[in-house]
């Protein structure tokens, strides 16, 4: 009985020194959880994609919602995730994640079962009450495809039934659509985040450039801000303040080359242009640090000690809050993709037409990139005034 017990953590412990070649994705602490909670098959697949070039946030997302899967299959059936996953499981976990409220007030065996879910909050795999976010249970059945297409498998992701299921289930569970940051960082915002941190202490000079590069690079996401490094940079010819007059001050320019992101493989070749504040903002920051290769946004000690690695892209959320709060703002309503929706809505509110704002900001959907341009025209426009 003694072999027989030790052998579960001998287990985790081989998964964990595997997952030890995705240090570099996977962060420590997440790494010995899922090293309990995956099996050896999940973990060779997950190499293997590392080693196809899956970019770091898709395989820390595939990751992580893998092992939530492997996690609330054990409890829910008593059996590990089979592979392919039958239709009857797929249409279980819609059943168990999207549910109605009102329903559940009079039938306790309705939505996720009570066993089920204290076991997944034992686990720390679920905090939130009530029903998941839709776009939360899509996601984990698109990984769920993904992982299933990549073991060679044919799952059942496209069955009639499934999708009808999961489009009830999404009106019964009658949960709106969230925002990302509740509050845009729009130019008013920024200018008050930047007063801040306008000191030359290294934490202030980093924040600052960290802030503008963010915003004026067309409001990039918190995880290529995380990711940038000093050979993404190329100086450019000064430009024009005023394109239009020859006689307008010359200010900085620089292209920053943004590899593989959300939206863009490595082979895009995509970059975006930072123009005059904040190129004086982000190289201020360089040359103080004496940083001139790697990671271009590092951690900053008590001591102003520069750490070598780059912040994580939680790091930058976390950096954004704790200016929000000294800048008296309520750091609950703002979050790092703030910048990205601030930085649409700012140019709109300007009368930037929405294609050249995109091109700054590459959206790849106008629908998406839209949305910041109709509240902006809204509140511009006359509809919403016929009576004031």
């Given amino acids: 009985m003694a072999v027989s017990a030790a052998l579960p953590s001998a287990d985790v412990a081989r998964r964990a020194e595997a997952l030890d070649a995705l240090d570099a994705i996977l962060p420590f602490d997440r790494r010995d ?50 592979w392919p996953a039958p239709e009857s499981l797929l249409l279980k976990f819609v059943a168990h994640h999207l549910w ?70 999404v009106r019964a ?45 067309g409001g990039r996401r918190r995880s290529e801000i995380a990711g940038l490094r000093v050979e993404d940079l190329t100086d450019e010819e000064p430009v024009r303040a005023d394109p239009s007059d020859l006689n307008s001050p010359a200010l900085s320019c620089l292209s920053i080359r943004l590899g593989r992101t959300k939206t863009t493989t490595n ?38 000690n520069i750490d070598r690695r780059a912040l994580t892209p939680q790091s930058v959320n976390l950096i954004l809050k704790s200016r929000c709060k000294q800048a008296g703002l309520e750091p609950a309503l703002f979050s790092a993709h703030g910048l990205r929706s601030g930085y649409l809505t700012e140019a709109a509110n300007r009368g930037i037409p929405l294609p050249e704002a995109m091109q700054q900001s590459l959206h790849k959907s106008v629908t998406q990139a839209g949305r910041y341009y109709n509240d902006a025209e809204r509140k511009q426009g006359r509809a919403a005034r016929l009576i004031i």
């Fill in 267 to 304: 082979d895009d070749d995509e970059h975006v242009l930072l123009i005059g504040r904040s190129v004086i903002a982000l190289k201020q920051w360089l040359n103080k640090a004496g940083i001139n290769e790697g990671p271009v946004f590092r951690r900053v000690d008590q001591w102003g």
């Fill in 33 to 82: 959880q899922l090293a309990a909670l995956l099996t050896d098959d999940d973990v060779a697949t997950l190499k293997h994609l590392a080693s196809e070039g899956m970019g770091d946030n898709t395989l820390r997302a595939l990751a992580s919602d893998l092992g939530y899967l492997e996690a609330w299959c054990q409890l829910a059936t008593g059996s590990p995730l089979p």
């Fill in 173 to 217: 569970s009658a949960r709106p659509r969230q925002r990302k940051s509740k509050k845009a960082v729009t130019g008013d915002v920024l200018a008050k985040l930047l007063l801040v941190c306008a000191g030359e202490r290294l934490v202030d000079l980093r924040d600052r450039a960290l802030l503008l590069a963010a915003f004026a690079s």
């Fill in 100 to 169: 109605d409220p009102a329903k559940r007030a009079e039938d306790t065996s309705h939505g996720m079962p009570a066993e089920v879910e204290s076991g997944l909050r034992s686990q720390r795999l679920l905090r939130a009450d009530g029903p998941h976010a839709p776009g939360t249970v899509r996601r984990r059945l698109t990984s769920w495809s993904i992982l299933t297409r990549w073991r060679g498998l044919v799952g059942s992701f496209d069955r009639p039934s499934l999708k009808s299921a999961l489009r009830l289930a």
